[in-house]
């Protein structure tokens, strides 16, 4: 069974500029989630979906974060404009059904923002 | 909202040596509990979860966790360390479909 993909692995920007990064969970998971993990830190939530709608989104800064999962498959994360401050890791992870059900993680997308 | 506090930034233990990464969280209800390993580069994995019954859980690779609702803690445990344990540790507990992990432990282990 193939995992939990992500891409790009790595991204180097500059302040100001967008990014998006692209995840696709198991095939047949219902539960899409984003989280970001900065270094020394555990992962923080940013976003989850059920399906195709948004399930919890309490955490994300909604002012330059967004995220959309299309046909309730695929899923991107987007940053417009970036800053310093998110340089982190973004973790996709996706769960059969809600978030009690093991959620299986992809390797993550290392952000630098200079 | 949920949280949870490792206390233990670093440990290092000797490779065949017993290990104990601590746990606490703070939840209203009854939680639901996770313990991950992060290894370097890689994804978190899985490693044991709580959600009911049996407070002392087993996990893959030999680790096991024990769940004491009195000290609000969720220790994990393993008996004999291997070189291969060496990894970031997370613990996580989940409420209302909002997880919440800790800072972490960073494992070394000694030859």
């Known amino acids: 069974e193939a995992g939990v993909a992500q891409s790009p692995r790595y991204k180097i920007i500059e302040k100001r500029q967008s990014v998006a990064f692209w995840c696709n969970p198991i095939?047949?998971?219902?539960?899409l989630y984003w989280y970001q993990q900065i270094l020394g830190q555990g992962p923080k939530l940013l976003i989850q979906?059920?399906?195709?709608?948004?399930?919890?989104d309490s955490q994300l800064p909604k002012d330059r974060f967004s995220a959309e999962r299309l046909k309730g498959v695929d899923s991107t994360l987007k940053i417009q404009p970036a800053k310093l401050e998110d340089s982190a890791v973004y973790l996709c992870?996706?769960?059969?059904?809600?978030?009690?059900?093991?959620?299986?993680f992809g390797p993550g997308t290392r952000l630098l923002v200079l | 909202a949920q949280s949870v506090t490792q206390p233990d930034i670093h440990i290092t233990v000797s490779e065949g040596a017993s290990l104990e990464l601590r746990c606490n969280y703070s939840?209203?209800?009854?939680?639901?509990l996770f313990w991950y390993v992060q290894s370097p580069g890689q994804g978190l994995q899985l490693l044991l979860k709580?959600?009911?019954?049996?407070?002392l859980v087993q996990g893959i690779k030999g680790f096991e966790a024990e769940f004491k609702r009195s000290q609000s803690s969720f220790n994990l445990r393993k008996p004999s360390v291997h070189w291969s344990d060496a990894a970031e540790y997370f613990c996580?507990?989940?409420?209302?479909?909002?997880?919440?992990f800790g800072a972490g432990t960073r494992l070394t282990v000694k030859p």
């Open positions: 992870a996706s769960s059969s059904a809600g978030s009690q059900e093991t959620q299986y």
């Open positions: 996580a507990v989940e409420g209302n479909n909002d997880m919440r």
């Open positions: 979906f059920q399906n195709n709608g948004v399930v919890d």
């Open positions: 095939s047949g998971h219902a539960t």
């Open positions: 939840y209203g209800a009854t939680p639901y």
């Open positions: 709580y959600f009911s019954g049996d407070t």
